[in-house]
């Protein structure tokens, strides 16, 4: 529907949103020190992509305990094994962004 299409947009422009900028502070804190100003700054770009990817999870969540009370229902839960799918690859490629910005700033 056109909703879950918005939702979906929703949900992926919040943490698409937040990349650039955690990409600039890392890559500033790039062999920088722990503890130090460009670190810390980087380490804050991060818990703001963490924050942004967990309203993917939220949603997932929501996802599955429709798929669950259409399951036990015996309804068809096609159409929400549609969404939980293309909300899992979300998830994915987010977690795949969070490493890559974190191998980069130790």
Do not use: H, K, N
């Not at 992926?12 to 500033?28: C, K, L, N, Y």
């Not at 309203?55 to 096609?78: C, F, H, K, P, R």
């Amino acid at each position: 529907t056109a909703y879950r299409r918005q939702r979906q947009m929703c949900i992926r422009d919040s943490f698409t949103g937040a990349v650039p900028s955690a990409e600039r502070r890392v890559q500033a804190a790039s062999g920088s020190a722990v503890g130090s100003d460009s670190w810390a700054a980087a380490q804050v770009a991060l818990a703001d992509l963490d924050s942004a990817r967990s309203i993917a999870a939220i949603a997932l969540g929501d996802l599955d305990i429709l798929y669950t009370a259409a399951t036990v229902q015996a309804e068809d839960a096609s159409p929400i094994t549609a969404a939980r799918m293309t909300v899992i690859a979300l998830v994915a490629e987010e977690d795949d962004v969070l490493a890559r910005l974190r191998a980069q700033v130790r």
